[in-house]
């Protein structure tokens, strides 16, 4: 538009913002994995570039290089930053809180403030006459709700306010400023600059045209080579705006600059466009104006009044939530890591996320306990759970076995070990569930000899998977069945725990290492100074930590086949099953996070003992015996016995040398581990069928329904 | 088929069983209610009648009404039972066994030893004689698995064994075997006897036809009369079987009753049968048999050997399963119920499972601890289970939050009380859950006046659901959430229980009845005698128990604007609310079931004090406290404050008169519970925030969702 001269205030078409999705991922990485509840304010980088389209404007935008680098990608990230013509750079900071009250209660007053007066002095410094990009900054404030993949933020581009106004005497398309020659002259130079990695982020520059109408562009800092030489000279910048009437946003602190700096009262600005990456001096703009601040105002000390938060549809705060286009499994999966992130960062700095994801666990058992568990695992963050049980969902169990619903006892029933896996993957997708639908061989239940084969099958399958597992659990229902697993833990050296219920009381215990291991190994040696006080040679006498059967007198045989109804469904308090598989996981944490792990020595409540291994989970006791009754709870330790029929060296060697004969024989053979081991009390052989009578109970497939 | 004469050996047709479903429904229901683990022999009735197609036998069947009665249905059972011409009863026992394995262990040959010995006395005493239904005997043995509702069965027909055999000189349709005028009488009398109630389901029977060829039919016990009279004398029975070439089972022990009894050598015997309901002589057989026992057989202490365990498809034992045809609601409910009451018999005979049932469970909170504690209240029989939350289900919450799964997260996330009302039904269909959205109004949060009537709102509708229902869980994650539900609670004198969590320790407590309860009433006088030692005169002095604020010296205000990132989610172990959860709901089943409810003191783990008031569920507890850091547990007990900002006389009275102005007071004076109790300490005002920001935050609803 042409004439300005009568001279009116020279208005500024705000900068606007655009956030790009990578950067609030960027942030709420950056925050779950580096900063934690560290509020301080973050460095970070805005991104524009000249306007290059004639209807709209170019925003600063923020991507996720905006943010400091992952320690990792360091190098692939500078070398993106510099020279890139579409992203110079806007030094900005983040004030990132970590509530919604402290980001309303932030005094954006003062933080204007403080950046208005980094620009102040790096103008007085030189530094912005050296360093360009430094005369236009940002300043965002912001609260990731982590919970809720929610952001709310506001942006502010602090402008240098003059006082009183610059006022505007001309403003043209600059096509009208310049003879063709000069204008050709210009463009070129002006493309040169863009396109020379050294300048073409270079927001604000100098352009003298000489009377041979040659257009020269220059940095700031040559400013006194450029006023002596040129007969035109036009200060320019990168200028976002599109508006034909409106000098974007960094021409006000550029004339701050210019008339602080250099004392002129008058100058001419070059708001320069593009079109489709080329310089167009059809869009781009050529102004006069006439500045004449205070004397105050050039005091150094005196810090000018800044603007420029952003204003979006009439509000400050914007709000942008990520949580709809993002994939729910990641959302899961961040959501299940922030929250165990919290318990680090406020509680546990010592907590290994990392080791406990990776923690591979083995649950025998599928049913009230074994259901628990997996899901106390799961909020503990392990990642890898495998569940082996034999049964199906029965219509009694949902109300008790946590990851069943009606749904599973239809039709005969889901087998357990895949329901359950269904289930833990509807609570967390990314859980590496596995179900193994196996029956666990049980020493006195005699195998006839057809069935052999199979059995010794399971047999070797369950060893497989103690062999591949990190830490067992025994959560089946009867004696036996904890049998072979506790000698093949024990011969392997797992990380065992066992949860066993009574009507109202309950035991959570961890095995202790097997009787095999070798101290003298390397690996051990450290470990064994570190134990020190028994006799490396003498193994049965080192006070190893019991297994659930090492206080029995008797071997575990067939325990099943004469419950009653009431044996056969778990008759337990309701209570009593949370409790122990919630002790039971958090006892594996325990171990876990103990530098002796599997040989932790038994600690005590409250004991005084307990000073010199203190843990931050607190004391890693052997057993924990409950009561509902008596609303109580007390920790125990139990040595191994030298008779012990399922971890004693005379079993586990045994066990070593015959495998799996020796388990058969001990299938087979009520007495046998009870001769093995010297016990002396003999169960009754168990009462045999009247042979008269065929026992010829239907199989499930054979039952007629109706 | 004409001409035995030669004589062969007299083959008799098996009976055969049929078993209607209300048989084993009834079964189950009296398993479930009346027998519980006993095992008993149960005396059962078979219905059966005479022939009546010819292609097809009739069964022994056994219907509901074969059990003995509900106590209620006594009277139309009866009715049900006498002269019935389709329903012949044949007596029965059955033994029903809690196990599969003590099935297959039942002695088959004594059970059977011991019915041939009834049948055998009752000939010899005359029994049979005057009552011949006992001539036919059966046996019945299963084991009902309530679980899976299989049912597996045996049947027995016991028949005494003649030794020699029975030899047979002729067998014929009874068409063949008459003049015409004997077989018109003959027919005519059969229809009449089997007309008349007092005969109808009489199976055996004497039959003369005297020389006018006139047909009679008399009882057994008129013997003497027949074998005087008669020109043809035939022994007749109903007969169930359908074949032409072999009389029915139950002609063996009429047999060996006539040998035994009479003493006669050779007989004609006549199998009834029907044809739509009529004699039909084509049908029914007239055959001839030679008796000749030996001597030893007729001794009245010689018992014969019987045989007749059906066989069926080859085998002895049946397998039924009911599960596929029932309604999986009914299912669930009675596999629930079987539960439960299987814990009752063994372990807790004084468990009132109507009354659990019937207990109306508010629960303030959805959230880990209320999604727990909900499941572990169906786990216990309690029906009737009202949720209240206000909040969504967020990414986080299914791996903590037990009743939710991510599905429940997407799109935003559904609302906790609804999404936890839904989980429940699929858990347990038979559930009366209700989810309530509603936020829990709180002092010190002050409302603007435009939504004071909905605060108010929330507030009576609170008030509504603590007097409608009959027990209070408070499970919210904010201490001042708790305050207003404890006033009502405490004002409603309603059983209320308190789960609060920490990092690694918990508190589960029950409030004491609150401070209005006229002990001079009526219904009270009688328990105040009996608790006895204070004065009710002086309520604040009398040992009330404290409720959660009791040992409090800050009024409950505004915890919530403050917290960090960390202390908005619930950082706590894993294990804390599943422990907390459990024994929150146990602390209720104590209290349900103590005499003096919510009047109860508080019993210690393991003191010496609880010898006279020791109940079958173990000791009521006021508070437990326990730590994960020390798998520790212990009981306290904290007495009432007089100036409890919650529930001590002053603030209930304060309730009790001014209602909800005095609510809206303490909610919107941050002082005022303080000023009115008496406590000094006084919490500083909250921050204003800074006036010059418009504090426009945008709402969920205006979020920007890319
Ligand atoms: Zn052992
Ligand atoms: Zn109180």
Redesign the pocket.
């Given at each position: 538009m042409a004439g300005h001269d009568n001279g009116s205030v020279l208005q500024f078409a705000p900068f606007q913002s655009s956030v790009d999705e990578g950067f609030w991922h960027r942030l709420s990485s950056l925050k779950l994995n580096q900063l934690g509840i560290d509020e301080s304010p973050i460095f970070i980088t805005g991104f524009y570039a000249p306007c290059s389209h004639s209807q709209v404007s170019n925003h600063l935008t923020l991507l996720g290089e905006s943010l400091p680098p992952e320690p990792s990608a360091q190098s692939s990230h500078l070398s993106l930053r510099s020279g890139n013509r579409n992203r110079c750079s806007v030094p900005g900071i983040l004030y990132n809180t970590n509530t919604l009250e402290s980001f309303q209660a932030l005094d954006k007053q003062s933080l204007m403030k403080a950046e208005a007066k980094k620009i102040w002095e790096d103008i007085h410094s030189g530094r912005a006459e050296q360093e360009s990009s430094v005369l236009s900054r940002f300043l965002l404030i912001s609260f990731a709700d982590l919970k809720s993949w929610k952001f709310y933020y506001s942006f502010a581009f602090p402008a240098l306010v003059l006082d009183p106004p610059a006022m505007i005497t001309s403003l043209k398309p600059a096509s009208q400023c310049f003879s063709l020659e000069e204008a050709d002259s210009l463009t070129a130079v002006c493309n040169e600059w863009r396109n020379s990695s050294t300048t073409a982020d270079v927001p604000f520059f100098l352009v003298s045209i000489d009377s041979n109408s040659h257009a020269t562009i220059r940095h700031l800092k040559d400013w006194e080579v450029c006023r002596s030489d040129g007969y035109k000279l036009l200060f320019g910048f990168y200028d976002p705006c599109h508006l034909p009437n409106n000098p974007g946003w960094p021409l006000r602190n550029f004339i701050a600059f210019i008339c602080s700096r250099w004392n002129l009262q008058k100058i001419r600005f070059f708001c320069y466009r593009e079109h489709r990456g080329f310089a167009d001096l059809g869009l781009s703009l050529v102004g006069e104006a006439l500045i004449s601040v205070s004397q105050e105002w050039k005091l150094h000390k005196h810090i000018p009044k800044a603007v420029g938060w952003e204003v979006n549809k009439g509000k400050k705060t914007r709000c942008i939530t990520l949580a709809n286009s993002m994939d729910p499994i990641k959302l899961a999966v961040s959501a299940a890591e922030l929250n165990l992130k919290l318990m680090r960062w406020r509680a546990l700095p010592s907590l290994d996320l990392h080791m406990l994801s990776a923690t591979k666990c083995l649950l025998l058992g599928a049913g009230t306990l074994g259901c628990q568990v997996a899901r106390m695992l799961m909020a503990w963050g392990v990642r890898k759970i495998t569940l082996v049980d034999s049964g199906k969902v029965s219509m009694s169990n949902p109300l008790r076995q946590s990851l069943y619903t009606l749904e599973d006892c239809l039709n005969g029933g889901e087998y357990k070990a895949l329901a359950a896996v269904k289930s833990l993957k509807q609570i967390f997708p990314a859980v590496e569930a596995d179900g193994i639908v196996m029956a666990i061989p049980m020493p006195g239940h005699p195998v006839p000899s057809q069935d052999e084969h199979d059995v010794l099958e399971d047999c070797r399958r369950l060893q497989d998977l103690i062999d591949s597992h990190d830490a067992v659990f025994l959560l089946t229902d009867t004696r036996e069945s904890r049998w072979l697993p506790t000698l093949l833990s024990s011969n392997a050296n797992k990380i065992t725990i066992t949860a066993a219920l009574g009507f109202d009381s309950f035991l959570v215990m961890r095995h202790g290492a097997g009787p095999l291991v070798d101290y003298r190994s390397e690996s051990m040696s450290a470990l064994s100074a570190e134990l020190g006080n028994f006799s490396l040679a003498d193994r049965d006498k080192r006070p190893r930590l019991?297994?659930y059967?090492?206080s029995d007198v008797v071997a575990p045989i067939d325990s099943t086949s004469n419950r009653t109804l009431d044996q056969q469904c778990t008759v337990t308090r309701p209570g009593l099953a949370p409790i122990a598989s919630a002790l039971a996981v958090e006892l594996l944490v325990g171990i876990l996070h103990h530098p002796h792990r599997i040989f932790a020595k038994a600690e005590f409540a409250n004991s005084m003992d307990n000073g010199s291994t203190e843990q931050p989970l607190g004391i890693l006791p052997h057993q924990i015996r409950g009561s509902l009754s008596q609303f109580s709870q007390m920790t125990l330790v139990g040595h191994?016995?030298s008779s012990?029929t399922?971890?004693?060296s005379i079993v586990v060697n045994e066990f070593h040398n015959r495998k799996m004969d020796f388990v058969l024989e001990a299938i087979n053979h009520p007495t046998y581990l009870e001769d093995l081991t010297g016990l002396t009390e003999l169960k009754e052989a168990a009462n045999s069928f009247d042979l008269d009578w065929d026992n010829d109970i239907d199989d499930d497939d054979e039952c007629v329904e109706i």
């Open positions: 019991g297994c059967f090492c191994s016995s012990c399922a971890c004693c």
